[in-house]
């Protein structure tokens, strides 16, 4: 005889579990890549052109009218390595949110890791992320930039921006079944963190006693790090960096414990 029991209050996520079910990661993944290029004319070209487009509004108002410094580095290849991981964040994070209301048909008839659809929703946007590099190595070597050495490191901020990806998105996925105001609010909340991160600008021009605490936004130290690691600005902003990583390993311990205290109610509000 089974016995259910309920599930207790912050606990925390079962790893065993996620590994036994690591194959239906695989699969949601790839269902999610398929999806998102499903009828579209010009498919993973969409990865290029975002990033590409915006960076060439950017260089005209931002640096050509506003006279934005740029580290002394091209404003092009300042602006498109920021965006670069901005963008997967962004995309990510609107996907992840999204996720769980997304497949209420599977969520409420079969049992699996719930926290399994908006990560997978962020490991899709990868894809995205590597087409788009694609265009950085043209930038790159257009302006005859070197990221050198230091470039072995990129490993480490790709992996803060999946966490903080991630990080946001379960909360929002978990807030999202029972309250759909977020889906709305999601649009102006990505717009206002782009305006709040260091895309457009460098970190330098934010006071020094003020950085640290300016790193509790997660994408400070994303967007620094793939600019050190790239284009080899002399100098990282470390203590952003340090703050970031904390802030992302806070959110994200706390977001799953969140997500998974709140899923045993997914089926029932959704």
């Known amino acids: 005889m089974a016995v259910i029991t309920p599930v207790k209050r912050w606990r925390l996520p079962d790893f065993a579990e996620f590994w036994q079910y690591r194959e239906l990661l695989y699969f949601l993944v790839w269902r999610d890549v398929k999806v998102r290029y499903k009828q579209t004319a010009i498919g993973a070209g969409w990865a290029v052109l975002r990033p590409l487009a915006t960076?060439?509004?950017?260089?005209?108002?931002?640096?050509?009218?506003?006279?934005?410094?740029?580290?002394?580095?091209?404003?092009?290849?300042?602006?498109?390595?920021?965006?670069?991981?901005?963008?997967?964040?962004?995309?990510?994070?609107?996907?992840?949110?999204?996720?769980?209301?997304?497949?209420?048909?599977?969520?409420?008839?079969?049992?699996?890791?719930?926290?399994?659809?908006?990560?997978?929703?962020?490991?899709?946007?990868?894809?995205d992320l590597a087409v788009a590099f694609v265009v950085l190595a043209g930038i790159l070597i257009f302006y005859r930039i070197t990221p050198g050495p230091r470039v072995l490191t990129l490993p480490l901020f790709l992996l803060l921006a999946l966490g903080t990806a991630i990080a946001i998105g379960v909360w929002l996925a978990a807030i999202n079944v029972r309250?759909?105001?977020?889906?709305?609010?999601?649009?102006?909340?990505?717009?206002?963190?782009?305006?709040?991160?260091?895309?457009?600008?460098?970190?330098?021009?934010?006071?020094?006693?003020?950085?640290?605490?300016y790193g509790l936004n997660p994408m400070v130290g994303v967007i620094e790090g793939f600019r050190w690691a790239l284009l080899g600005q002399p100098q990282?902003?470390?203590?952003?960096?340090?703050?970031?990583?904390?802030?992302?390993?806070?959110l994200l311990t706390v977001g799953l414990m969140y997500f998974w205290t709140t899923e045993c109610e997914f089926a029932d509000v959704i």
């Open 55 to 127: 960076m060439t509004v950017f260089v005209i108002f931002f640096n050509h009218l506003a006279g934005m410094p740029s580290d002394g580095i091209p404003y092009p290849a300042f602006a498109y390595a920021a965006l670069l991981p901005w963008t997967f964040v962004a995309s990510s994070v609107t996907e992840a949110a999204l996720s769980v209301t997304t497949n209420a048909n599977l969520v409420s008839r079969v049992y699996f890791p719930r926290v399994f659809l908006p990560v997978a929703s962020a490991l899709a946007c990868l894809l």
């Open 236 to 250: 990282l902003a470390l203590a952003p960096v340090v703050v970031s990583t904390m802030t992302v390993a806070g």
């Open 179 to 213: 309250y759909r105001d977020v889906k709305a609010t999601i649009p102006f909340l990505v717009q206002l963190w782009l305006f709040l991160s260091p895309v457009l600008y460098s970190v330098n021009v934010v006071p020094q006693q003020w950085r640290a605490l």
